[in-house]
């Protein structure tokens, strides 16, 4: 699953780096190629339904088979033509990667229930070694051999993470997730996860979560840039402390709850270094470095926590799958908007206090979201 993980981001981030360079590649503009990191998010909340349903009809193992399987099809198709073809492989990328997001949760569900918050540390810290290392890796790779086997190398790697995955299901159960209840309590008693509380805080909690993530990510490098008068590959270089330090996050988490701190204490903790970057970028640039590093540490930290959470919070493994299908859809469609959302509040008032000031609301939202979500009751086991 950590080796899953590791690829889970790369075949969109690793655009990031050469996007100069995949531009002049295919014959359009750099803000074109842009579109083709927008499109995995936004298929990451599109999609998120139908992988839903999928995982139910063909099992968790097959479902991950797929989307390894699928993740290689489409790298492979997006570095072989021309800009429309390139747009063909990020949709099956984004489809492919979508099916993981959903069923990872349930595996966590399934097979470590009893140490979910660890396993989801993890997890998230693998997502975030696997962005580090691509952001590294891919220009040298541009470089050496050429744009379009940089990012057809990491369809390789899916490969080999896929005959991992093999191995280390083989001989096991591939039935499709069906309900495990709690206390008896029958599938159509639990009732739509829409109707419940619990998961539109999540929801909300994940789409505060997610909409400043992308944000920042996109546009942190431009905000160094601007204000701290980086060259681009300066600035790109500074901002990945933010991606580095989700590590420390992801891992972190899990050793604080494992000391019986309070998962309540352990978000609200985790909200506040995560508003310290928008809040600090606006009052103290120069010491973007500090914040940068509690940022990322935050929303690798929080990513645990919110799915911690699904696991904890969900009664049966199928409502497992069903919030989990839904804390994405909408958090990711909101994440696809973030991006735009604060490139045009950038453009529209030439400078980034506005912008900034959005995501600090984001992050307010996800912050009142989670602790409601901290506080309610823990499903039966």
């Known amino acids: 699953m950590l080796a899953y993980a590791l690829n889970l981001r790369a075949p969109f981030v690793s655009l990031a780096p050469i996007v100069t360079t995949v531009a002049d590649g295919l014959g359009v503009t750099p803000e074109t190629v842009g579109i083709l990191t927008g499109i995995p998010v936004l298929c990451f909340a599109l999609a998120a339904p139908f992988a839903s349903m999928l995982l139910a009809r063909v099992g968790i193992e097959r479902a991950i088979t ?63 070694l696997g962005s580090v290392i691509t952001t590294v890796v891919t220009a040298p ?60 805080c999540l929801t909300l909690t994940f789409v505060g979560q997610a909409f400043s993530y992308y944000a920042v990510t996109t546009w ?8 701290q008068g980086m060259s681009d590959a300066g600035a790109g270089g500074a901002a990945s402390l933010f991606q580095l330090f989700g590590i420390i996050g992801g891992v972190g988490v899990p050793l604080l709850l494992a000391r019986r701190l309070p998962l309540r204490a352990v978000f609200a903790g985790m909200s ?34 919110i799915f911690t959470l699904v696991v904890q919070r969900s009664r049966a493994q199928s409502e ?38 959005v995501v600090i609301g984001a992050l307010t939202l996800m912050t009142v979201s989670g602790l409601l979500a901290t506080g309610a009751q823990r499903a039966p086991a």
Not at 83 to 111: C, E, K, Q, W
Not at 276 to 296: C, F, I, N, Q, R
């Open 66 to 128: 797929l989307s390894l399987l699928g993740v290689f099809v489409g790298t492979c198709i997006r570095s072989a033509g021309g800009f429309d073809l390139a747009v063909v492989g990020t949709v099956i990328i984004g489809a492919s990667i979508t099916i993981g997001n959903v069923s990872v949760p349930v595996l966590i569900s399934r097979d470590f229930s009893s140490s979910a918050g660890a396993v989801t540390g993890l997890y998230t810290a693998a997502l975030n």
């Open 141 to 200: 790779l541009a470089t050496a051999f050429g744009w379009r086997w940089a990012l057809a190398a990491w369809g390789l790697v899916m490969l080999v993470a896929a005959v991992l995955w093999q191995r280390a299901t083989a001989g096991r159960d591939r039935s499709p997730v069906h309900l495990v209840p709690a206390h008896g309590t029958s599938d159509a008693e639990l009732g739509s996860v829409w109707r419940r509380g619990i998961a539109w």
């Open 220 to 227: 942190l490098p431009k905000i160094l840039a601007d204000e």
């Open 272 to 305: 506040l270094l995560w508003l310290s970057l928008p809040v600090g970028l606006l009052v103290a640039p120069e010491l973007w470095p500090l914040w940068a590093a509690l940022a990322g540490t935050s929303q690798g930290g929080n990513f645990t926590v």
């Open 320 to 357: 497992a799958r069903r919030m989990s299908a839904m804390i994405q859809g909408v958090g990711y469609g909101a994440a696809a908007a973030g991006p735009y959302a604060i490139g045009a509040l950038h453009t529209a008032t030439d400078g980034w206090t506005v912008p900034l000031l």
